[in-house]
């Protein structure tokens, strides 16, 4: 019978992050479909009394946790040392945990020293007939495969945004502390601050419920025969943070920049959605001034519900690639949605 560890790290305040409950959710539901297999969760972090409690109603046998003052931070050395604490002590087949930076960062290591295998970027998990597959995509986002494996353990990094949330009272969690001592060869990497941009600078949002794309067709000649990338800018930056949007971008628009120009000021490569860009998942999807070429909607393979609006009536969403297309002034829409959102 397989034996599951699923994996989570602690946010800065103390809680858990939601694709760490996204892949408990998993875990359980993997639990559940290979017939009752046990489950124990692993925590790791600076103080992790909040995120245990938190989950002491999830149905795991019980809970692991490498925490104090060396665990607070991301470092490879001393999270590496803290996940084969966690796998040694509990003894798995099969360690899930979520995809997160500090993860991809130290779990591939950590899944050596166990002579584990290790599988990122599962986007599902499925018994067939007693056997697990996990699913994956490669080239792109453009081939799918299903995979298995004999060996054990086997680690298996989670997507965020494949599975729901898991969700349910907080308790008080009884929790088994695994001793772990960070030598100083293993602190040699310091954690001295964080900087991150400005809450309206970060327009790249993966937990947003909507995706606004701007095509290149915001900074081309309007009706009137002027650019008026000012007043794209003005709008596309008032309609994301009034609407809580992560901004996506065709290739074509963030390529101005390295074309001389002139460029939406807050775009860049890391906007850009498409075959050589980004495959985000959201929800719902907006695409503004973007004529739905097949290499930037391929992008759009997680999106569930495709809306477009362009001044083309046989752009590429015409095409059978949106559920919904506005033949319409980008500009005219989003002010009047900008309108309506300023009322509330
Ligand atoms: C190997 C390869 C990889 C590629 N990878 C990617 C990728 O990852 N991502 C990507 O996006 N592209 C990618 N491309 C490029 C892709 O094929 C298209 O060229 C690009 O997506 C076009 O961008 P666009 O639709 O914004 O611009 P355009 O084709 O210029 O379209 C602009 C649109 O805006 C509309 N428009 C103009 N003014 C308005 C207005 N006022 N209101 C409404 N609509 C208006 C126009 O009607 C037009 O349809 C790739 C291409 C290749 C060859």
Redesign the pocket.
Known sequence: MEKILLLAHTQDDGSLPKAACESLNAALTLAADLGGAALTVGLVGGDVKAAADSLAACGAAGILAVSGEDFAASRYASDALAVEALVREAAPTLVLAPTSSRFSRCLPGAAFRCDGRIETHITGIDVVDGTLQVQRWYYRQRMVAKLSRAHRPWFLVIDPGVFEPWQGPAGSADVQAVEVNVGDDHKRTEVVGVQTPDSDAQTIRPDAKLLFVA???WT?K?ADGQLQIKRAEELILNFINRSNASLGS????VDQSSEGGEVISFMSHLN??????STPRHPKGLA??????E??TV?WRFINERRA????PN?GWAQGKADVLYVA???EVIAKVNELLAEG
């Open positions: 095509g290149a067709g081309k309007q065709s290739k074509s628009l850009q959605v498409g075959q050589t860009g503004t001034c973007c004529h739905g070429e290499p930037h992008g609006i362009t001044l083309d752009c002034d980008a500009f």
